[in-house]
Structure formats: structure tokens, C-alpha cells
């Protein structure tokens, strides 16, 4: 009778188990986000000082209820909907970063981790398990840890490139069979809608795509049905950019870097998603210090970087991380790519907003961003800037002529106020 990997699993208890007071433990996030291991270790009582380090988690995060204070404590490099208030009221912590430094974190030791908390497929033959959607800086953890507690899942799909981890690195595991994380797509307004054409148009045949999770970067992409040769380098991807692939759209073919692959570091998105990246070899998953790299982005043609933001102020500063002082995502690979973008022969790095926020009650292009709002594209580094009034390239323009650009694209009800705001600050007439 031959011996498999299950039955060497233990439940999720005797997994966590291995995990001590005062460990930095890395945790496995997007779409492959380890719940039930997550569950198990929020039920302990007896730890104490345990640091988790993550990026965006989906499904439940028991670990941040206010009773873990103290004995679990989370840093998110970028974080979600279920850790914003525990950051906001000091619960949790928040590491500003480019998504592409976030590896040497690990590999350098400057985070010396005891532990990662991951989810994989089942070993191939080969012994080796797949990080399925999301590399990212999962591989890194995986390399560097002391200990390596897994759930090992079926049902994750098994993604090729450089997102494999010897099962023999695993010191315990458990067995599931569950569906992983699944982000549902929902209809987008007339004003994303508008803003995905003005951002299609300015997609070229041939042009290398970045792009985030979202309804603008959704709407773009559905408008890109006519466009030819289209190649796509990201940082991850979602359910519009398999259309593309099915229908011929996008070939990867006019690419330098990986040539004839799709590269991404994670996804997230529908099953049908995760079903077209398993076992896919046209699809490559890196760490995203390889992803996010600008010196390897830039080398691809025509790189059109998809990015969005918060607001914006009329010297073309962006803050995409947070609400005035509360942290509401992350830095994530917003300048890693504008800059790699930048330097593409033919690029075209954009940041798409709607112009107003609160239903329409407050602008997002502002004569100064708020009090403890995060600058992360500086106005040095920002060139298109689209909302649904239009589209305008900021790069090489003086104050005076940014402002009355950006007003242009400005919500009508806002355009007069702002118009004051320029006299006022900066003795402009626009």
C-alpha cells in the first residue's frame, strides 16, 4: 500500500501548534488566503507577542477581533476591509512599502520569520507544491522561514512559473477540499464605464498592460475587444483579461520580458479565473519582486500601467493608501509600475479616478490632499491622469498649467471652488 500526502495530515490545531509566543509568522494572502489555519490559530489562548505579517487577506480575520489584542498582532504590508479599523484604532500595524521590496524583507532578514502559514496544491511527482494564485512575497516567506505549517488543497489551482515549494519544507499540514477565495465582479456605472473608454483610447496595438483589481481597470478591459497584439506584465490580473486571452486579444507576442507569456504574481477573481490559470503554461507567476521590478518592466514596449487612486491635488500629488490618516489599502505596486511605465519606449502610465466622491458631494481633485493623507505617485512621477471628464498628461507641465488641467477634468459643480482655491494659494488666474 503506497503512502500519500494525506496521510500525513493533522488537523488544523496540531498545526498552529508548532506556532510559539513571540514568532514572526508570515500569512498567505489574496485568493489563497489559509482560513482555516487562520481560524485555529485565533482560537488559542496561550500565545503571546505572535507578529503576523500579510498583504491583503480574503474571508474571516478572527485574529483582529479586539480580544487579540496584544497576543496576536497584525502588520499588514497592504491591507483590506477586515484590518482598516483595527489599524485606525491601534490595534494592528501598517507597513508602508513598494510591493516589489517586500521579498527582501525575508530573504535579507530584515523580517526574520519563525514561521509561514500557507496555502498549496498537493505535491506532484516531482514533490513539489504550487503557491496557486498568489505568489507575490509568499515564496520568499516559504524560503526563509524556520517552520512552514500548510493547508493543502485540492481545489487550489496549481500555477507554473517560479511558484513551487518542495513539500518537504513543510513541517505539518492539514488536508482540505474547500473552494478558495472567489471575488464576484459586479456591474460598473455609466461613470467607470466612461472612464474604461477614455482609458482604452489611449491604449495602442501592441502595448504591454498593467493593471489592478477593480471596476475601472474591468472597464477598460472590456473595451479593448479591438485592439491588437496586446501583451500583459502585472502585478495580478482578474476575470476581464481571460476574455482577452480567448478572444485573440491579447498575445503576448510584441513582449520582451517572457515573450509569449502572460505575467502575473497573483490573481483573484472568479472560479472560471482560477480554472484558466491551473496547470497553464502560457500563464507565468513570479515573486513580485521579479513582477514589480521598473528595470524589467521597462523593457517591454509601449507599457500602459493601470492604477487608481483616492484623490489628487492640483500639483498632481496622488494619494492611493489612505483617507486622510486612515489607512485604507496599501503603496502596493502603484510606483513600481508608473516608473517602469515611464521608462517603456512608448508607455503610459495612468491613474483613473472618478472625479467625485460621497455621491458627488466632495471632489476628488482637491487644491491640497488631506491632513495625514499618503503621497504615493509624486507629483515628480505622475504623467496621465483620466477621470470621466477626460484625459490629461500632466508630465512636463509647470503649476499654473496642471492646475487648470486637472480642473478641466474636474466635476463641473467643483471646477469654480477650485478655480478659487488656485487664486488663493498660488496668485494663479485660471
Given at each position: 500500500?503506497?503512502?500519500?500526502?494525506?496521510?500525513?495530515?493533522?488537523?488544523?490545531?496540531?498545526?498552529?501548534?508548532?506556532?510559539?509566543?513571540?514568532?514572526?509568522?508570515?500569512?498567505?494572502?489574496?485568493?489563497?488566503?489559509?482560513?482555516?489555519?487562520?481560524?485555529?490559530?485565533?482560537?488559542?489562548?496561550?500565545?503571546?507577542?505572535?507578529?503576523?505579517?500579510?498583504?491583503?487577506?480574503?474571508?474571516?480575520?478572527?485574529?483582529?477581533?479586539?480580544?487579540?489584542?496584544?497576543?496576536?498582532?497584525?502588520?499588514?504590508?497592504?491591507?483590506?476591509?477586515?484590518?482598516?479599523?483595527?489599524?485606525?484604532?491601534?490595534?494592528?500595524?501598517?507597513?508602508?512599502?513598494?510591493?516589489?521590496?517586500?521579498?527582501?524583507?525575508?530573504?535579507?532578514?530584515?523580517?526574520?520569520?519563525?514561521?509561514?502559514?500557507?496555502?498549496?496544491?498537493?505535491?506532484?511527482?516531482?514533490?513539489?507544491?504550487?503557491?496557486?494564485?498568489?505568489?507575490?512575497?509568499?515564496?520568499?516567506?516559504?524560503?526563509?522561514?524556520?517552520?512552514?505549517?500548510?493547508?493543502?488543497?485540492?481545489?487550489?489551482?496549481?500555477?507554473?512559473?517560479?511558484?513551487?515549494?518542495?513539500?518537504?519544507?513543510?513541517?505539518?499540514?492539514?488536508?482540505?477540499?474547500?473552494?478558495?477565495?472567489?471575488?464576484?465582479?459586479?456591474?460598473?456605472?455609466?461613470?467607470?464605464?466612461?472612464?474604461?473608454?477614455?482609458?482604452?483610447?489611449?491604449?495602442?496595438?501592441?502595448?504591454?498592460?498593467?493593471?489592478?483589481?477593480?471596476?475601472?481597470?474591468?472597464?477598460?478591459?472590456?473595451?479593448?475587444?479591438?485592439?491588437?497584439?496586446?501583451?500583459?506584465?502585472?502585478?495580478?490580473?482578474?476575470?476581464?483579461?481571460?476574455?482577452?486571452?480567448?478572444?485573440?486579444?491579447?498575445?503576448?507576442?510584441?513582449?520582451n520580458v517572457h515573450r509569449g507569456r502572460t505575467v502575473t504574481?497573483?490573481?483573484m477573481g472568479s472560479q472560471r479565473l482560477y480554472d484558466f490559470i491551473d496547470d497553464n503554461?502560457?500563464?507565468?507567476?513570479?515573486?513580485?519582486?521579479?513582477?514589480?521590478?521598473?528595470?524589467?518592466?521597462?523593457?517591454?514596449?509601449?507599457?500602459?500601467?493601470?492604477?487608481?487612486?483616492?484623490?489628487?491635488?492640483?500639483?498632481?500629488?496622488?494619494?492611493?493608501?489612505?483617507?486622510?490618516?486612515?489607512?485604507?489599502?496599501?503603496?502596493?505596486?502603484?510606483?513600481?509600475?508608473?516608473?517602469?511605465?515611464?521608462?517603456?519606449?512608448?508607455?503610459?502610465?495612468?491613474?483613473?479616478?472618478?472625479?467625485?466622491?460621497?455621491?458627488?458631494?466632495?471632489?476628488?481633485?482637491?487644491?491640497?490632499?488631506?491632513?495625514?493623507?499618503?503621497?504615493?505617485?509624486?507629483?515628480?512621477?505622475?504623467?496621465?491622469?483620466?477621470?470621466?471628464?477626460?484625459?490629461?498628461?500632466?508630465?512636463?507641465?509647470?503649476?499654473?498649467?496642471?492646475?487648470?488641467?486637472?480642473?478641466?477634468?474636474?466635476?463641473?459643480?467643483?471646477?469654480?471652488?477650485?478655480?478659487?482655491?488656485?487664486?488663493?494659494?498660488?496668485?494663479?488666474?485660471?
Open positions: 500500500m503506497s503512502i500519500t500526502w494525506q496521510d500525513g495530515a493533522v488537523d488544523a490545531a496540531e498545526v498552529v501548534s508548532h506556532i510559539r509566543s513571540g514568532d514572526k509568522v508570515f500569512v498567505h494572502g489574496a485568493a489563497a488566503t489559509p482560513t482555516p489555519l487562520l481560524a485555529a490559530l485565533a482560537a488559542r489562548t496561550d500565545l503571546e507577542g505572535v507578529e503576523l505579517y500579510h498583504l491583503h487577506l480574503n474571508g474571516d480575520c478572527a485574529f483582529a477581533a479586539p480580544e487579540q489584542a496584544g497576543r496576536l498582532i497584525s502588520n499588514s504590508l497592504f491591507t483590506g476591509p477586515a484590518l482598516r479599523a483595527p489599524i485606525a484604532e491601534g490595534r494592528a500595524d501598517f507597513i508602508p512599502i513598494f510591493l516589489s521590496e517586500i521579498p527582501v524583507l525575508f530573504t535579507t532578514g530584515r523580517v526574520q520569520l519563525d514561521v509561514a502559514i500557507i496555502q498549496l496544491t498537493p505535491p506532484d511527482r516531482h514533490g513539489l507544491c504550487s503557491l496557486g494564485p498568489s505568489v507575490d512575497a509568499a515564496l520568499a516567506a516559504a524560503e526563509t522561514a524556520k517552520t512552514v505549517l500548510a493547508e493543502v488543497n485540492p481545489r487550489m489551482p496549481r500555477s507554473t512559473g517560479n511558484s513551487f515549494v518542495r513539500f518537504d519544507r513543510v513541517t505539518a499540514w492539514m488536508a482540505s477540499d474547500r473552494p478558495i477565495h472567489a471575488i464576484p465582479a459586479r456591474e460598473e456605472t455609466e461613470v467607470e464605464g466612461r472612464i474604461g473608454e477614455l482609458i482604452a483610447d489611449l491604449v495602442e496595438d501592441g502595448s504591454t498592460l498593467q493593471m489592478g483589481i477593480g471596476a475601472i481597470p474591468d472597464a477598460a478591459l472590456t473595451r479593448m475587444a479591438d485592439k491588437h497584439e496586446l501583451g500583459i506584465h502585472t502585478e495580478m490580473f482578474s476575470d476581464r483579461v481571460v476574455d482577452l486571452v480567448e478572444g485573440g486579444v491579447v498575445t503576448n507576442r510584441q513582449k504574481s497573483f490573481v503554461l502560457s500563464v507565468e507567476f513570479y515573486p513580485c519582486d521579479r513582477t514589480n521590478d521598473p528595470s524589467l518592466i521597462r523593457k517591454n514596449p509601449k507599457v500602459v500601467a493601470i492604477n487608481s487612486a483616492i484623490e489628487i491635488d492640483l500639483t498632481g500629488q496622488v494619494c492611493a493608501d489612505s483617507m486622510g490618516h486612515r489607512i485604507y489599502s496599501g503603496i502596493g505596486g502603484q510606483m513600481d509600475f508608473m516608473r517602469g511605465a515611464a521608462r517603456s519606449i512608448g508607455g503610459k502610465p495612468i491613474i483613473a479616478l472618478p472625479s467625485t466622491a460621497a455621491r458627488g458631494t466632495i471632489s476628488r481633485i482637491t487644491p491640497e490632499l488631506k491632513a495625514g493623507a499618503g503621497v504615493v505617485t509624486t507629483r515628480g512621477h505622475v504623467h496621465w491622469i483620466v477621470t470621466e471628464y477626460g484625459a490629461v498628461n500632466l508630465q512636463g507641465l509647470g503649476l499654473r498649467k496642471r492646475a487648470d488641467a486637472l480642473i478641466s477634468i474636474a466635476h463641473p459643480d467643483f471646477r469654480e471652488e477650485l478655480r478659487r482655491d488656485v487664486r488663493e494659494i498660488r496668485h494663479f488666474v485660471i
